[in-house]
């Protein structure tokens, strides 16, 4: 059973920092990309970063130069480190673990960005 364990959300001031790491239970070669999404109160849930299992790095245009996903494959783990967070960061942030036509989750973690 595949499971994705997220940790390091929580509350920090506007041009602060946070590193959110992911997981999972089984190799993470396993899956076709790995990648962090996030949700706001009665917003959509819209893609973040994704790590492609072979190099490729995809960023929403909102984080582009201040978030960077990481992969350390030995660990079976994938990292988001956000810097120069804003207000508008703040968010319900889950791992994704894609393996078509699977998409696998984590429990989700906040994200709270104060001004």
């Known amino acids: 059973q595949v499971r994705l364990v997220e940790s390091g959300g929580g509350l920090v001031q506007a041009g602060g920092s946070l590193r959110l790491s992911c997981t999972t239970s089984v190799s993470m070669f396993t899956f076709n990309a790995m990648g962090w999404y996030r949700q706001t109160p009665g917003g959509q849930r819209e893609l973040v970063a994704q790590a492609a299992r072979y190099g490729s790095r995809t960023y929403a245009d909102s984080v582009k130069g201040r978030f960077t996903i990481s992969r350390d494959n030995a660990k079976s783990t994938v990292y988001l480190e956000m810097n120069s967070l804003k207000p508008e960061d703040t968010a319900v942030y889950s791992c994704?673990?894609?393996?078509?036509?699977?998409?696998?989750w984590g429990q989700g973690t906040q994200v709270t960005v104060s001004s």
């Open positions: 994704n673990a894609h393996f078509p036509p699977h998409n696998y």
